[in-house]
Every structure is written in C-alpha cells, then in structure tokens.
C-alpha cells in the first residue's frame, strides 16, 4: 500500500518518439534518488539538491543498458505529497 510519505517516481511522457522524455519525480527522497542517476544539463550546475519547492530541471537520465542516458525534463516535487 501506498503511504503519502513514500517518494515516487513515473514516466509522463506519451508513447511514441519525442526529442526529450518527462520523468516526474515526488516525495521526501525525490533529490537523494535523482542523485543516483540523473545529470543536469546546467553548464554550471545550480544547487538543485536543496531547492525544496517544485522545479523542472532539463538534463539526461542513466537508465543503463542499451539505451544509456536519455534526454529528460524531471519535474521534481521534493517534499511530502
């Protein structure tokens, strides 16, 4: 079961090809989680790590494998739904 606390994350792009997927990404643990594989695209990165209202940030995403990283725009909501 789902609890309001837990941090998730969901693809919102519609299927098909585009030029830049939308990850959403919500909840306490939204920055520790996009840390572990998600690249801003900033040429000098602001601290994003510690915006705690809602943002989007363009960058590319490591889902490893065949596909490597894939251009994405995270719309990050880092604190509790």
Do not use: K
Not at 64 to 77: E, K, N, Q, R, T
């Amino acid at each position: 079961m789902l609890h309001v606390d837990d941090t998730i994350a969901a693809i919102a792009s519609a299927s098909g090809g585009a030029v830049r997927g939308i990850l959403r990404v919500s909840g306490p643990d939204a920055i520790v989680i996009l840390e572990r594989c998600f690249a801003p695209n900033e040429t000098e990165p602001a601290d994003w790590s510690r915006n705690a209202r809602p943002t989007v940030i363009t960058g590319t995403i490591d889902v490893a494998g065949p596909l490597g990283a894939i251009p994405v725009d995270a719309y990050v909501w880092p604190n509790a739904r």
